[in-house]
């Protein structure tokens, strides 16, 4: 996902996913490049008040995503998902009610993933 970065922020290792300006306008004939060197860093701080900086496809370690939340099924506790067609079958106004048997049939994603691991 991109992020805006102020220029005078910019830094080695950044990529350069868009600008804040058409790009037949800078000097870059890329559309999209990773900074490489101080000398592309002033090229963009002489054209450009900010750009936008896709942090998946930039290098180094302080780039990275942060790490995302632990899953649900890991976390202790955790209430397993069930299926629509189970959620239907317990629904208590029989709305949209499927039959035991088809509730069988679809055990629901978490059941779906403890078999995938065995």
């Not at 995302?68 to 998902?81: E, I, L, T």
Request: with cysteine; aromatic share 6%.
């Amino acid at each position: 996902m991109a992020q805006k970065v102020f220029a005078h922020e910019l830094k080695v290792g950044m990529f350069v996913a868009d600008l804040d300006r058409p790009w037949v306008d800078t000097p870059f004939l890329l559309q999209g490049f990773l900074i490489e060197d101080d000398e592309q860093i002033a090229a963009l701080r002489a054209h450009c008040e900010y750009v936008m900086v896709d942090r998946a496809r930039s290098t180094g370690d302080e780039y990275e995503a942060p790490a995302s939340a632990p899953v649900a099924s890991n976390v202790a506790g955790a209430v397993p998902a069930r299926s629509a067609a189970a959620t239907r079958a317990a629904s208590p106004s029989g709305e949209n009610a499927v039959s035991e048997e088809e509730a069988k049939r679809d055990p629901g994603p978490a059941a779906r993933a403890a078999s995938a691991e065995a």
